[in-house]
């Protein structure tokens, strides 16, 4: 039977991840002693100190929680290997999808690191001083939800976004960023779009609709300037010859023969995440 790793993507965070594995292993040490040397010529933390003790408000923060996640799932990837326990498939959610790369052997454990934090900065800048929002709806249809998010962009179409205290030049935009699984899809957008989708949903019927701990519209065309910085960015990545069948997010299958990987990866950041279709593909498999 084939093996698959699933990784965690962003908000599934909290202090004290890894601390357990620290003083166990010395391999997962290794990892988390390394990871600032990693980062500090984008975002100068110590990656271990804020896993280990916080604060929650500043581990939440896109451009510290990307490679404090990427910094743990690295360090339990090499323990299972080291174990033997090596994947046939692997795929992750959104940010988990870089660990995934790296347990495929496409990203090094110094690039990837490295490559997570200059993906939150530029996440994290692309919506600076916009108020933004990412909500899961609960129990409703695939259909009805991008039509409510269409219906809550043309009720705001002669509303223009506020950015930093001035009226911009924008639309309100609410897309679909996650298909996670039957009865669990994440819209994402401006945050007055999202209020308005979700006002249209619980309408129609939707069970709940829950804000997100994240601090960006992730998955939608908001993050274009995340797109085009990573762009710029992977023209200095090597990336290496899978070892294991990537299974990824913006098809929810594996990479196709004119595709490559830093173009699904430059799709993703302002792209839906299949994250269902993704599961699907790997039982089926």
Same mark, same amino acid.
């Given at each position: 039977?084939?093996?698959?790793?699933?990784?965690?993507?962003?908000?599934?965070?909290?202090?004290?991840?890894?601390?357990?594995?620290?003083?166990?292993?010395?391999?997962?040490?290794?990892?988390?002693?390394?990871?600032?040397?990693?980062?500090?010529?984008?975002?100068?933390?110590?990656?271990?100190?804020?896993?280990?003790?916080?604060?929650?408000?500043?581990?939440?923060?896109?451009?510290?929680?990307?490679?404090?996640?990427?910094?743990?799932?690295?360090?339990?990837?090499?323990?299972?290997?080291?174990?033997?326990?090596?994947?046939?498939?692997?795929?992750?959610?959104?940010?988990?999808?870089?660990?995934?790369?790296?347990?495929?052997?496409?990203?090094?454990?110094?690039?990837?690191?490295?490559?997570?934090?200059?993906?939150?900065?530029?996440?994290?800048?692309?919506?600076?001083?916009?108020?933004?929002?990412?909500?899961?709806?609960?129990?409703?249809?695939?259909?009805?939800?991008?039509?409510?998010?269409?219906?809550?962009?043309?009720?705001?179409?002669?509303?223009? %976004?506020?950015? @930093?205290? +001035?009226?911009? #030049? $924008? &639309?309100?935009?609410?897309? =679909?960023?996650?298909?996670?699984?039957? !009865?669990?899809?994440?819209?994402?957008?401006?945050?007055?779009? %999202?209020?308005? @989708?979700? +006002?249209?949903? #619980? $309408? &129609?019927?939707?069970?709940? =609709?829950?804000?997100?701990?994240?601090? !960006?519209?992730?998955?939608?065309?908001?993050?274009?300037?995340?797109?085009?910085?990573?762009? +710029?960015?992977? #023209?200095?990545?090597?990336?290496?010859?899978?070892?294991?069948?990537?299974?990824?997010?913006?098809?929810?299958?594996?990479?196709?023969?004119?595709?490559?990987?830093?173009?699904?990866?430059?799709?993703?950041?302002?792209?839906?995440?299949?994250?269902?279709?993704?599961?699907?593909?790997?039982?089926?498999?």
């Amino acid at each position: 039977m084939a093996l698959g790793f699933i990784y965690a993507g962003q908000g599934s965070q909290k202090v004290g991840m890894g601390q357990d594995f620290y003083e166990a292993y010395p391999l997962f040490r290794e990892t988390m002693d390394s990871a600032e040397d990693y980062v500090k010529d984008v975002t100068d933390f110590d990656v271990k100190d804020l896993c280990f003790n916080g604060p929650m408000e500043t581990l939440s923060q896109t451009r510290y929680t990307q490679p404090c996640m990427v910094s743990f799932a690295v360090g339990i990837t090499k323990l299972l290997k080291q174990a033997g326990v090596n994947p046939d498939y692997v795929c992750g959610l959104s940010l988990g999808e870089y660990s995934a790369l790296y347990a495929a052997d496409v990203l090094t454990e110094e690039e990837v690191i490295n490559l997570v934090a200059f993906r939150g900065k530029a996440m994290e800048e692309a919506v600076t001083g916009r108020e933004v929002k990412m909500s899961a709806v609960l129990a409703m249809e695939r259909d009805v939800i991008v039509q409510c998010c269409k219906e809550a962009e043309e009720a705001l179409a002669d509303e223009f %976004v506020e950015i @930093a205290g +001035e009226v911009s #030049k $924008e &639309k309100y935009t609410v897309q =679909v960023a996650n298909y996670n699984c039957p !009865g669990q899809i994440v819209i994402s957008g401006d945050a007055k779009a %999202v209020d308005k @989708a979700t +006002e249209l949903l #619980k $309408e &129609k019927g939707a069970k709940r =609709v829950l804000p997100l701990v994240v601090s !960006g519209p992730f998955h939608t065309s908001l993050m274009k300037p995340a797109g085009d910085k990573l762009k +710029e960015r992977f #023209k200095s990545v090597s990336f290496g010859q899978p070892q294991a069948k990537v299974v990824f997010n913006a098809t929810g299958k594996p990479m196709g023969e004119d595709e490559c990987v830093s173009c699904l990866l430059e799709k993703q950041v302002q792209s839906s995440v299949y994250l269902e279709d993704s599961i699907r593909y790997l039982a089926e498999n």
